[in-house]
């Protein structure tokens, strides 16, 4: 069936590094990609999305480009701030369209 | 806009017992979902409805029950509560079904089953 995998956390940071999250994932037909953010004691959020092959989803300094031939889907951030602290889920659509197929999260802490 | 709400925002409770989760959502969505989220096991769906006077189960079922009251309200119920059941369960909604639909959360309600 289809899955998501994405890098055991957490991840800790110094603020101004540089940020990937790896995210890879397993479906039959055209899944669309979507990053998820979890700020503390907070419900989910989207971060970005992809539709198609090829797409780059941008939000907030984040990027995520949808690569078919490796079947991925990578987060990354040029210079991460304390604010970014939260826990990012990545996630695909099913093939039926009726849910989010998501992967186990992973926990981004930033220090100052 | 208030977007996705729901009630309570936590609740304990003791084995055997029954509640229901409530869910309402203003964004004028036809697709609505119950998702529980379980220490690393990211989130999974329970029940779904993909329109008015519809619903569906997803990938965990057992020991829930749905109804989608109105277009706006998604209630889960939970006739027995057990341990296993204690989690933080959300809600979210979409424009419909389809899978370029992004969906939308809640806030979450927390349970403990005691």
């Known amino acids: 069936g289809d899955s998501v995998t994405q890098m055991e956390g957490p991840v800790t940071l110094s603020e101004e590094a540089f940020l990937t999250i790896n995210c890879t994932y397993t479906a039959t037909g055209y899944p669309s990609l979507f990053w998820y953010v979890q700020y503390p004691g907070e419900g989910l959020q989207l971060l970005l999305k992809?539709?198609?092959?090829?797409d780059k989803g941008s939000n907030k300094g984040f990027e995520a480009t949808y690569r078919k031939e490796t079947t991925s889907f990578h987060l990354e951030k040029g210079s991460v701030q304390v604010s970014d602290s939260a826990v990012y889920f990545c996630?695909?659509?099913?093939?039926?369209?009726?849910?989010?197929?998501f992967g186990k999260g992973t926990t981004l802490s930033v220090s100052s | 806009n208030a977007g996705v709400t729901q009630t309570p925002k936590f609740q304990v409770l003791k084995t055997g017992q029954s509640m229901t989760l409530q869910c309402a959502q203003d964004m004028n969505h036809n697709s609505m979902y119950w998702y529980r989220q379980d220490p690393g096991m990211g989130l999974r769906l329970i029940y779904y409805?993909?329109?008015?006077?519809?619903?569906d189960k997803g990938e965990v079922p057992n020991g829930y029950n749905v109804s989608r009251l109105n277009k706006r309200e998604f209630s889960l119920r939970l006739e027995s509560a057990a341990p296993s059941q204690t989690s933080v369960y959300f809600c979210?909604?979409?424009?419909?079904?389809?899978?370029?639909?992004?969906?939308?959360f809640g806030p979450g309600t927390r349970l403990l089953v005691l």
């Open positions: 992809a539709t198609k092959a090829d």
């Open positions: 979210a909604s979409s424009l419909q079904r389809g899978m370029q639909e992004t969906q939308y």
């Open positions: 409805s993909a329109s008015e006077g519809t619903t």
């Open positions: 996630a695909l659509t099913n093939q039926a369209g009726t849910a989010l197929i």
